[in-house]
């Protein structure tokens, strides 16, 4: 009766805590600052920064979608669902998820050739993987994708998202190709198929946008008149090459009418899409592929592209978050919904961007409310605006691509990394050429695994110290564990021990040294056990010295002869002070 | 001109050691042995040695070819190259190479519903990857494989070996199963399907075996003449219930002509096999594999056979060498000889066998010499005994297989294991349930992954030591970092130091030891630089001490301004000493 009292208090108490307002405030975060501080100068601000993000939004969703291969609605598509939910779930006031370069380069590999339904399906996987982590708490397992892989994957995905772009800022005809590797053969290959026109336009705009960007160099909002414009000019420097982009494929359209050599977007699919599942299974030329298949042709993207996608995420929020003081657990359940319900507006897989953060940033949005004007701005572009892009030149996107991505690559850092530590660069390294030759997901999956294997060989070599004095005529050895002593160095302990006392003379003393030992395992006590109670029992005074209780217990479990043997709560000088001179 | 002179002195050196006489005594330790210390009276021991463990052999033999689901002449054929590579090439006087059923079990798998060409390549694959290990000192490799896994798979393989023979013991129809699941559903199938006269020579042929054991208990070599008797019978207990075997069903034979109910082997292919090539291609029914097809259908057989191989090996080296002192890539390079060279004469995969190598021991086998005999007594049977062997009851076969392979289970020990380590129960319990289920290969696979992925996590969340003082009226925090920081770690120190600085007060004192710390890498570096330079430059003041010289220019690398912080030859307790009271 009384037992069934507290349980039911208990239970009280888990319910209360799950439906408190600290726990709402905690996962559904407007809840706490648009109820504690939001004013109209604060939605002023949210909205200005917002139409301004929207304007460069419309230009790289449209672009990002080419990078996928996909057609340029997608890529729009994917910047609704974004700024509505994070606005709901997200922390961060200047996170702007939706699509980018990265992700994008990720998920080419499955349109091309094949349909933009695997592009869908991969958010939507996406989505799920990015939830079951959040729910689990298992976001700490990006922990395992270190610098080195980072950096080695991001510039195998420079490199080959923009050979791929060279072609189209060529308007050569070809594939832009699933790595590096290929793209750089289909440049070669289609060298002759170049489009003058195209590249003249294309070279233009990097230089304007190259312009552009130095022009706002020091400057900010806070500034004067002009340099604010310089500022603004910066700032929306996208928008504004795309801008003139469409003015000038209009010109060559009314004077050479369809004969135009420039090559455009051309018809763009408007309207907002529908909300509808995924598709589960569909049809590439004569071929169905059900969900099984359709899982199989995905393979390890499937987990390779939730996982870069939290990491861009993680490393925007770190960024943009001061003091770095950020629930990690919430930014992944943030973007985690944001794919899965993205994918049922037919969403490629999205993440933080960085570039549109920062613009969110130096623009002063307040709260991620910001995101919703964005996604208005996309919204509208949609309905409205689609007869306009018709026009956007395809070079003017691939500058735009090419000088962003580019923006990622960091040779300083791989320069510092040389210097630093070689074994960083070789697994930086391995990564880049993998990316590059067989595809980026596996070379993140190999620099992975490398990094792993260099933590396995640690583990299976550790340092172990041994020093050696003569105490009454007699020979001491100390050896002295380290602090994890796993499985796999259990040979090499064995080995160790052996080696130090070959030449010790009969009715030495040997220590074994675990004071700073945490833990041991069957294996490592059973080898140590075994060297010392097979060889030495009879030649040498043996002693293992402050091992903590939980490895006492363990070692005496696996042989009960050697109690007398552990000695605590002494130093190696006390030990050797204390023990008789002879035995 | 000097250059040249020392350049082909130091060549002829490397090719002195090369050809020295200690080079061939360590890599063809036959060269030390027979021309130090071998009289007649060693070669008559070890002849004696070898003709008792031959005639065992022999009926092993023929029991693991039935294990492995091959006829018989195929484990008489594996027993053959052992004894005489292993002679010229291996150091412990006791190994005795051929199948075991350990082995038999893993190979079964693509014998059966396959064919024998499968396990042949498998035996030339063994010995490739084997020599591969030994050449490049990569024998270290199975120490990755613990004690835990191997408990595990050795419970899983007695399970799957046991219940196959159960249905041979019981003279039952069907299939001995891939697995244990397999092996017991088959067994319930085919209930109704039971020899009685199987059934009874089996039984009593375990009980004779278990009698002649106990017989044999307490006495040995050295005895008068009954005891010496009751420790040769006990020695020979194997030979002499085939022999007995061999009587009942020729008597059965001689009453009831080829109507007899005992089921027995029949016709075994007798003759040496003919030295070739093994089949690179094969047919099986109307299916053709080529090598790349044979290679996928053995899986990650091909490696884990080896290792387990290996295992084995090292195993029995460490018993029976005296100190377990002994050359690990040697043992290593005879084994894979042994089989890369047995598989040309139509081998199973082979490696040294306890219980033939524990009667090489009792019988006073003094070289590796008495391996000869065992080979030549396999060769007398092959080209003599083969008719005799015809009526072996399969039945009396099993139940040595039985027997036999019962004696590997050490319930005891995992016992033991539940009580010093849930942890490593649980392992071993994962590996069981895993190779009962899906098979062998796997249990091993999925063992030796989860260990890594425990070592892993221990490396990703370290004991970091924090301690607070009060000195001079001011806060001091000593954070403590781990021997071994990586990457995966990082995170987890940068959010322990976040969470300890909590509660300071503006104005304290900070100290990160990195007293134990042997190297750390440069994504934790930068994010300890990142936490403290960010965050706190302007609160606390921090000081990074005793870091090793490359750690610290590691660090310095990544953030110029910081020099001052490092000091270094300091405890800590001297640091606060020293440091001015207030700033």
């Known amino acids: ?151 080695g994957f991001i510039t195998g995905a420079v490199l080959q998202v923009n050979c791929g772009q060279l072609k189209t800022l060529f308007g050569m005809s070809g594939d832009a190709g699933n790595t590096f590797v290929e793209a750089i053969e289909n440049l070669y290959r289609n060298y002759n198929t170049l489009n003058i026109w195209d590249t003249v336009l294309g070279v233009v705009t990097m230089l304007i946008l190259l312009l552009l960007k130095k022009l706002g160099d020091g400057c900010s909002r806070n500034d004067s008149s002009i340099r604010k414009i310089r500022w603004f000019a910066c700032l929306a420097r996208n928008t504004i090459v795309v801008v003139i982009g469409i003015v000038v494929a209009f010109i060559c359209y009314l004077i050479w009418g369809s004969g135009s050599e420039l090559t455009i977007i051309g018809e763009i699919k408007g309207g907002m899409p529908s909300f509808q599942l995924p598709a589960f299974s569909t049809t590439v030329g004569n071929q169905t592929y059900d969900f099984k298949q359709m899982l199989e042709t995905l393979g390890p993207q499937s987990i390779v592209l939730p996982l870069i996608s939290l990491l861009e995420v993680v490393v925007i929020a770190k960024a943009f978050t001061p003091d770095s003081n950020f629930d990690t657990t919430q930014e992944i359940l943030a973007v985690g919904l944001c794919n899965f319900l993205g994918s049922f507006l037919g969403s490629m897989p999205t993440t933080g961007s960085f570039s549109r953060s920062a613009i969110l940033k130096s623009t002063g949005a307040q709260t991620p409310l910001a995101g919703v004007f964005v996604s208005l701005i996309i919204i509208l572009s949609l309905s409205v605006l689609m007869s306009l892009f018709y026009f956007i030149p395809k070079c003017v996107l691939a500058a735009l691509i090419i000088l962003s991505v580019a923006s990622l690559l960091h040779t300083e850092e791989m320069i510092s990394m040389w210097k630093t530590s070689k074994k960083e660069f070789f697994v930086m390294f391995v990564t880049v050429i993998v990316c590059c030759t067989v595809g980026l997901e596996y070379g993140v999956i190999v620099g992975v695994v490398l990094d792993m294997l260099f933590i396995l060989f640690k583990s299976a070599r550790p340092r172990i110290n041994e020093s050696r004095m003569k105490i009454n005529g007699r020979d001491v050895l100390v050896v002295a564990l380290p ?34 030992t945490l833990s041991v395992d069957t294996t490592v006590a059973k080898n140590i056990m075994d060297a010392f109670t097979d060889t030495y029992e009879n030649h040498f005074q043996i002693v293992f010295l402050n091992f903590n209780p939980d490895i006492v217990k363990m070692m005496l479990e696996l042989n009960f002869r050697q109690k007398s043997k552990f000695v605590n709560g002494m130093t190696v000088e006390k030990l050797i002070e204390n023990s008789p001179g002879n035995v």
């Open 483 to 516: 602090e994890t002593v796993s499985y796999c160095s259990a040979e090499y302990i064995r080995k160790t021990i052996l080696r130090a006392t070959v030449n010790l003379n009969i009715n030495s003393f040997i220590i074994i040294d675990g004071t700073n």
């Open 1 to 151: 009766m009384k037992m069934k009292t507290i349980d039911s208090v208990k239970k009280k108490n888990v319910l209360r805590k799950i439906f408190s307002k600290k726990t709402l405030n905690r996962r559904l975060p407007i809840t706490k600052w648009i109820t504690e501080s939001y004013k109209l100068s604060t939605f002023i601000q949210d909205l200005l920064a917002g139409i301004t993000v929207g304007a460069t939004a419309v230009a790289q969703g449209i672009a990002f979608a080419m990078v996928a291969d996909l057609s340029p609605e997608y890529g729009l598509y994917s910047l609704i669902t974004g700024g509505f939910i994070y606005t709901l779930f997200g922390n961060c006031r200047n996170m702007s998820v939706g699509p980018t370069a990265i992700l994008s380069a990720l998920t080419a590999k499955f349109v091309r050739g094949l349909s933009s339904d695997f592009a869908v399906l991969a958010t939507f996987l996406a989505g799920l993987v990015q939830l079951t982590l959040g729910v689990f708490q298992l976001g700490f397992l990006v922990e395992f994708i270190s610098g080195p892989v980072i950096t």
